[in-house]
């Protein structure tokens, strides 16, 4: 089960902030992709992430989750647990690992995450480029114990189909848009960019 685990938040303000970030991608996601939300003790709110989302789409949404926090310095205040399945992050030797994702910097010039897997493999990743491996990075990857039985539980639910208005891409890229959002969509953009880029250099070569 792929989720996010966050802290300092109650449960109507994540699915709040969860429905702005969708808006920010109105064509990115499949209408039928869900979110389920679940409240566990210590304030803490419990994301079920739906199987289409993938490593990028996840770090997005935790930077996201964790710039809203009054003290967005505490990393481990919102961390994402997934199984890997995609190559736009990691390399594809890593599918079926589990992965921990936790913000290493929101700022508007630095936004990036860590990701560790659960072999204690490392990197960082700003959102251009290549992830980079951190050596000697000290962290442990531990799933918490308050999952259990928690899949089970009754949850409140969210589709992307249901909150998408028919607005355009561009809307996002307005001036009075936040530096965050445009930042989120500039990675998007680079993303998809280089992905054409490499095919015609394949296709022509």
């Known amino acids: 089960m792929d989720y996010i685990k966050v802290k300092g938040l109650q449960k109507d303000e994540v699915i709040g902030l969860v429905k702005e970030w969708i808006k ?3 064509h990115s996601f499949n209408p039928e992709v869900n979110f389920w939300f679940y409240e566990i003790p210590d304030n803490q709110v419990i994301i079920g992430l739906h199987d289409d989302l993938s490593t990028l789409a996840v770090s997005l949404l935790v930077i996201y989750l964790t710039s809203a926090l009054s003290d967005n310095s505490a990393t481990e205040n919102v961390v994402a647990y997934l199984t890997v399945d995609d190559n736009e992050i990691l390399l594809k030797q890593n599918y079926g690992r589990r992965a921990k994702i936790v913000a290493k910097s929101t700022d508007e010039d630095s936004t990036g995450v860590i990701i ?3 072999n204690n493999y490392c990197v960082e990743y700003y959102f251009r480029g290549k992830a980079h491996q951190i050596k000697n990075h000290g962290l442990v990857f531990a799933e918490p114990d308050e999952m259990i039985g928690v899949e089970n539980a009754q949850k409140d639910e969210i589709f992307v189909g249901d909150i998408i208005p028919k607005k355009k891409i561009e809307q996002s890229l307005e001036p009075d848009a936040s530096p965050l959002k445009k930042l989120m969509w500039y990675a998007v953009c ?8 490499f095919l015609l250099v394949y296709l022509y070569f």
């Not at 680079?190 to 880029?197: A, S």
């Open 24 to 26: 920010l991608y109105p």
């Open 116 to 118: 560790l897997l659960e």
């Open 190 to 197: 680079t993303v998809v960019g280089l992905g054409i880029g």
